[in-house]
Each structure stands twice: as C-alpha cells, then as structure tokens.
C-alpha cells in the first residue's frame, strides 16, 4: 500500500494491482455480512453494534473502491488507503479477540481427511 500512496508504481499497474485488490475485497466482504458476521451475532449478542458498524463500513468501501476502477489517481488512492486502514484497525480490535476464543467457524475449509 505504501509504494501505492507513493506513486511508486507504473500506472498500468496500478490500475491493475487496484482492480485485483477491489474485487477480492468485496468478495472478503461479501462473505462476511453473508456468514461471519450472522454467525459471530449468533455467538455473541454484545456485538450487535460492532458488526453493524463494520457492515456500514463495507458500504462506504464498496463505494470507495468503486472510484479507482475510473479514476486510479493518488487522491482517491489514498481516501480508499486510509478509510481501509481505520476499517481494518476497527476490526481488529473488536472481533481479533473474539475470533481467538472460537474453537470452530463455520466458513473454515474443511479439516483433511487422514485417509486422503
């Protein structure tokens, strides 16, 4: 992210590196309204508002993140830099502690089978 916010990258590859960086977060978010989060409600009442928040947040990046597919300058780089880094520093701090204490989740790959 970084040389990103530096203009250390050729244009075209910014554009690039964006748009694969874009459509993985959205798929990452996508599961998480779907999945993580009902189940993580489910567990865990007292994070109601936590999640909600984080939801909200998904809503303000997806439109965030839909301004580089057209411009890809280093303003909007930044706005989506910086709105990603509180996001991710949010979650940390909310749901890192209660994810630890899970003993199984429900969008986890299946274990391998010994036998495999």
Same mark, same amino acid.
């Given at each position: 992210?970084?040389?990103?916010?530096?203009?250390? &990258?050729?244009?075209?590859?910014?554009?690039?590196?964006?748009?694969?960086?874009?459509?993985?977060?959205?798929?990452?978010?996508?599961?998480?309204?779907?999945?993580?989060?009902?189940?993580?409600?489910?567990?865990?009442?007292?994070?109601?508002?936590?999640?909600?928040?984080? &939801?909200?947040?998904?809503?303000?990046?997806?439109?965030?993140?839909?301004?580089?597919?057209?411009?890809?300058?280093?303003?909007?780089?930044?706005?989506?830099?910086?709105?990603?880094?509180?996001?991710?520093?949010?979650?940390?701090? &909310?749901?890192?502690?209660?994810?630890?204490?899970?003993?199984?989740?429900?969008?986890?790959?299946?274990?391998?089978?010994?036998?495999?």
């Amino acid at each position: 992210m970084a040389k990103l916010r530096a203009g250390e &990258r050729p244009a075209g590859d910014l554009r690039e590196h964006c748009l694969a960086f874009c459509e993985a977060l959205t798929f990452h978010h996508g599961g998480e309204n779907r999945v993580a989060f009902p189940h993580l409600e489910q567990l865990f009442p007292e994070l109601k508002q936590p999640l909600d928040r984080l &939801r909200e947040e998904h809503a303000v990046l997806a439109g965030l993140i839909g301004e580089p597919r057209q411009a890809g300058d280093q303003d909007t780089i930044g706005r989506v830099a910086d709105a990603m880094e509180a996001h991710f520093a949010y979650k940390e701090e &909310r749901l890192v502690p209660v994810l630890d204490s899970l003993d199984e989740v429900p969008w986890a790959a299946p274990a391998p089978r010994p036998d495999a």
